[in-house]
């Protein structure tokens, strides 16, 4: 049985956002934001990444989270993705 306890999560729709949309903030400097080409490289880049913590959420049996905000982007990423649905929601402490 693997058990998670996620703090933050790895990656979120939130920094997909801010790079998609070309905003210069914590994830996304302004030497990338002000290129279309590395933007669309960055965002390729996050959609992998995106793919991959997916995946990972497929060998978590139970999962922990500290905040309602990091409990409902898990259950956006690894929800849909679980094998065995021992236990269907993230537990919020």
Same mark, same amino acid.
């Given at each position: ?39 669309k ?6 959609? &992998?990444l ?5 995946s990972?959420?497929?060998y978590?049996?139970?999962t922990?989270?500290?905040?309602? @905000?990091?409990?409902?982007? &898990?259950?956006?990423? @690894? ?7 021992? &236990?269907?929601?993230? &537990?919020?402490?």
């Open positions: 049985m693997v058990i998670s306890y996620t703090h933050y999560p790895f990656i979120s729709s939130d920094m997909l956002a801010k790079v998609q949309s070309n905003q210069a903030s914590f994830n996304n400097n302004a030497a990338i934001a002000s290129s279309a080409v590395f933007s490289l960055k965002v390729v880049y996050y959609y &992998i995106t793919l991959f913590y997916k990972m959420g497929n978590s049996d139970m922990f989270t500290n905040s309602t @905000w990091t409990n409902q982007h &898990i259950k956006a990423l @690894w929800k849909p993705c679980r094998k065995e649905k021992t &236990i269907t929601e993230s &537990i919020l402490l």
